[in-house]
């Protein structure tokens, strides 16, 4: 048997490795549901075309919310989209499905296998075509608001896809957060209902939070991060403050989320039978 | 002088399970109390058990449902805490669900799922082997074995879902001996499978235990596992070990009759067995008797051609007929 | 009558049952409608208007939409149609329980238990935010409101329960369902104020009845409603065609069960 590498980079490695294993098999799998994706990809753009109405009869009527014209809007509500899909195709799906692998047993087996379990979970269950819709309309509300910012800089997209990775790490470890809860509770469908409310209160501006609202949004539930965060880079309206702030809050949320996600893990294993 | 200390691949010690849960009074009333107050109510599920297994042994846990087997090789596998005890498998403790520990076990639910329900077991045996990351060479063998021992070649590539229950469970215990675990967790392999199935598990079990010297912990509440597979057994009953030894000795000391079950072509009266010793149930329809194991060819000769005999079988007696036996006068 | 009695305590108790669930709906509640009165504020505080509405109207305005989601918007159609696709529905069929009823009897007992619950939470909030709220000066006006509620209520039920009935001729019933509720949310005015909507769209809202539900409540509520009672006799009227066009398409919908052997 070869002996693993425990160091950070080996690790690393060995996860993309099974990540890649596990894509895989999932999109083989998805392949079998073929016929439930059209009307996936229908509803994911109905529902996306909603939030872009409310936003353009808002606008038909100010010029300016919290300072974002209309264009820079829609890029945050763009990247609310792509930041969902992403999550879809790394772990989100795995989550929603906790409570039924619990139920069943099935996730016992996520305890004994060599691999850390919530890494497990994420991966079991990736999707492509969950969200696809909405990840593809979100791409292009992005495309079509950048097209049409006022100085638009290309050289903005790299810290964009930076500030990418650091919105699902935000999502990532409040979903994880949440969903310790499901240790203690008798029914977890409503837990991913909240997470669901997390990311619609993700789709406006940060700005218009002021006070108790601001801290409330930024640290408790930092949604206001997750878009406002990207966007404010690709249009140009980033200050170093804000990156740092996600940044921050990043680490924190995760530090905190792993261990509550342990310490849930712990219970889980003393009061289950 | 250097001192060689012994270690067993599973040492339990006084290993306890004690879950708290907790009750709902009835109404309205009791669902508004409910949301402040609750009463707990503790149930005992493994009791200061201990037992010790050497490499290489195939050993069975016998008991009813709810004795706590289930409980217990959870508490091996690291899925479960334990309350109070001490574990140690392969010199690991298992709830710590170190790696190096996780790579050389491998545990298998009877009736509980772990392949991919909608692709080929061949996708999850893949899958396994990235997650347990064998050497493809050494998984192709491996793989190759098995395959060839349990002649599943034809379903390697049918949908999971389209499989046969005692298929699935085969494909099962594949999946979980990919990657040549040195211990292995049976939790009532054979339920719910039939006959011929279980026949087939149990062969491939010894077989394996016979070549790879894999340490096997099985339970089942079916005498029949038990009496093909192992050596040594151990009967638990309400969370503690009543019996740890060898089976023959079980068998002989607590198991010395057999089960006929009668059922009459046309109602017989009552005092047409009077004669009979252990008789358990006599009505005009049926009878059912406990027959001595040497007498049992003897006996269901001298009934058939005393009787009207429409059916008549011979079962083996119930695990739980055993546990009482065991206990003697406890019921 | 009593058994439905039964049924609406039963469904309290369960609804009781699960406090976790119940405490992260409400929640997540506060948590949208927060979001919103931040939003309407950023707009007003930069000098923006929406429409007729002040902050206050708009404050309000969401504050009853959230109390009124909860109250009224049914949810029996997914019930209904598991029912009917998984086969539970006959069980319907040989008791002496008429379904339409017993619905209505279940969506009032979850409805009014999650309509209580919202009201304290909603209630508290609004205490904190009084200054901010456009509180109705007529007294007439919460009678008004009060027979909206009610109405809108039976004809949200009412538009559910017919969405629950597709399952008798669609096996894809989910998907559609979604959109269906979807469109009735947009034209019951629960996303925004129908008068904010372009011309167009106004004029469609206003021949369909959707609006009874979430809208035409408020406006009296807000006292911008300028023909409150003939309001309520359209709301009325709808109710009760709804009522028997229901009880059609239920026999029509049993007798297709029956006929396909579920």
């Known amino acids: 048997m070869k002996r693993s590498d425990n160091s950070l980079l080996g690790r690393a490695a060995r996860y993309f490795f099974l990540y890649r294993s596990f894509l895989a098999h999932n999109l083989k799998n998805e392949m079998i549901y073929r016929a439930n994706f059209a009307i996936a990809v229908g509803m994911d753009l109905f ?60 996730f016992d087996a996520m305890l004994t296998a060599p691999m850390a379990a919530n890494v497990h979970l994420a991966f079991r ?149 | 002088m250097e001192k060689l200390v012994h270690m067993s691949v599973i040492d339990v010690k006084n290993l306890t399970k004690t879950f708290k849960t907790h009750r709902k009074e009835p109404g309205l009333l009791g669902s508004i109390k409910g949301l402040f107050r609750r009463e707990a109510f503790y ?289 | 009558m009593r058994k439905y009695w039964t049924v609406f305590w039963v469904n309290w108790q369960n609804a009781l049952q699960y406090r976790g669930p119940t405490f992260i709906y409400i929640l997540g509640n506060i948590l949208r409608v927060a979001v919103l009165l931040y939003l309407w504020n950023a707009i007003y505080r930069d000098e923006g208007r929406l429409g007729d509405y002040s902050l206050p109207d708009l404050i309000t305005y969401y504050l009853l939409q959230m109390w009124i989601n909860s109250l009224v918007l049914s949810y029996s159609s997914w019930e209904i149609v598991d029912q009917i696709r998984e086969g539970t529905f006959s069980n319907f069929l040989v008791r002496p329980v008429n379904y339409l009823h017993y619905w209505f009897t279940i969506n009032l007992s979850w409805k009014l238990f999650e309509g209580l619950m919202i009201a304290v939470i909603g209630g508290l909030l609004s205490f904190f935010l009084v200054r901010h709220l456009s509180l109705p000066g007529r007294p007439e006006t919460l009678v008004y409101f009060v027979l909206a509620l009610i109405l809108g209520g039976i004809l949200a039920f009412e538009f559910d329960f017919l969405i629950g009935m597709l399952a008798f001729w669609l096996v894809q019933v989910n998907a559609f369902k979604y959109m269906l509720q979807s469109i009735i949310f947009f034209f019951a005015g629960a996303l925004l104020p129908l008068d904010l909507f372009p011309q167009a769209f106004q004029a469609v809202a206003t021949v369909l009845p959707f609006r009874y539900l979430v809208f035409f409540p408020i406006q009296i509520f807000l006292e911008k409603e300028a023909h409150p009672v003939e309001g309520l006799l359209g709301a009325l009227v709808w109710a009760v065609a709804f009522y028997f066009f229901l009880r059609f398409v239920l026999r029509r919908g049993i007798a297709r069960y029956e006929a396909v052997g579920q």
């Open chain 1, 47 to 106: 529902f996306m075309g909603v939030n872009v109405v409310f936003f353009a009869i808002l606008y038909a009527n100010v010029e300016t919310i919290g300072g974002w014209t209309f264009h820079q809007t829609l890029v945050l509500v763009g990247s609310v989209g792509v930041v969902r899909e992403i999550a879809y195709l790394t772990f989100r799906q795995g989550f929603l499905e906790l409570g039924e692998y619990i139920r069943t047993g099935r």
């Open chain 1, 125 to 273: 269950h990736v999707s492509l075509t969950e969200s696809l819709g909405e990840g593809l309309m979100g791409l292009a509300l992005v495309g079509y608001g950048f097209a049409h910012l006022d100085g638009a800089k290309w050289t903005a997209i790299p810290f964009y896809l930076l500030m990418l990775i650091n919105s699902l790490l935000i999502y990532y470890a409040f979903c994880l957060l949440v969903n310790s809860a499901v240790f203690w509770l008798v029914k977890s469908q409503e837990l991913n209902t909240v997470i669901y409310y997390f990311m619609d209160t993700a789709r406006y501006p940060r700005e218009i939070y002021r006070g108790l609202g601001k801290l409330f949004f930024t640290f408790i539930v930092p949604s206001s991060l997750i878009a406002t965060g990207p966007a404010s880079v690709l249009t140009g309206r980033a200050e170093p403050g804000l990156i740092g702030l996600s940044l921050g809050v990043a680490a924190a949320l995760l530090s905190l989320a792993l261990a509550v996600w342990n310490w849930s893990l712990q219970h889980y294993s003393s009061a289950s039978s």
């Open chain 2, 43 to 331: 149930n005992e599920a493994v009791k200061s058990v201990s037992f010790s297994l050497e490499e290489g042994e195939l050993v069975g846990f016998l008991g009813p449902n709810g004795a706590g087997k289930t409980t217990l090789l959870k508490m091996l596998s690291g899925i479960l805490t334990p309350t109070d005890g001490e574990v140690r498998v392969l010199g690991f403790v298992p709830w710590q669900r170190e790696r190096a520990y996780q790579r050389q076990f491998a545990i298998v639910m009877g009736q509980k799922n772990q392949l991919w329900w909608d692709l080929p077991p061949a996708e999850s045996f893949s899958l396994n082997r990235d997650i347990y990351q064998v050497d493809p060479k050494a998984f192709r063998r491996t793989l190759d074995e098995m395959v060839a021992l349990l002649d599943l070649k034809e379903i390697l590539d049918v949908p999971v879902r389209q499989l046969s229950l005692g298929q699935r469970m085969k494909c099962e215990l594949v999946a979980a001996l990919l990657h040549q675990p040195r211990v292995l967790f049976l939790d009532e392999p054979t339920i719910g499978l039939d006959v011929i199935s279980q026949e087939k598990i149990r062969g491939f079990i010894q077989e394996h235990n016979r070549l790879k010297r894999t340490t096997v912990l099985l339970t089942s509440h079916y005498m029949k596992d038990v009496e093909q597979l192992c050596r040594r057994v151990l009967v638990i009953n309400h969370g503690r070990i009543v019996y740890d030894g060898s089976l023959a000795e079980l068998s002989e000391r607590y198991i010395d009759h057999k089960v006929v079950k009668i059922r009459f072509a046309a109602p017989q009266a009552a005092a047409v067995l009077s004669g009979e010793a252990g008789i358990v149930e006599l009505d005009e329809h049926h009878a059912v008797l406990k027959v001595k194991k040497k007498e049992v060819a003897q006996t269901t000769h001298r009934l058939l051609g005393l009787l009207p005999i429409e059916d008549l079988s011979v079962e083996e007696v119930e695990v739980e007929e055993v546990i009482r036996r065991i206990f003697g006068e406890e019921p």
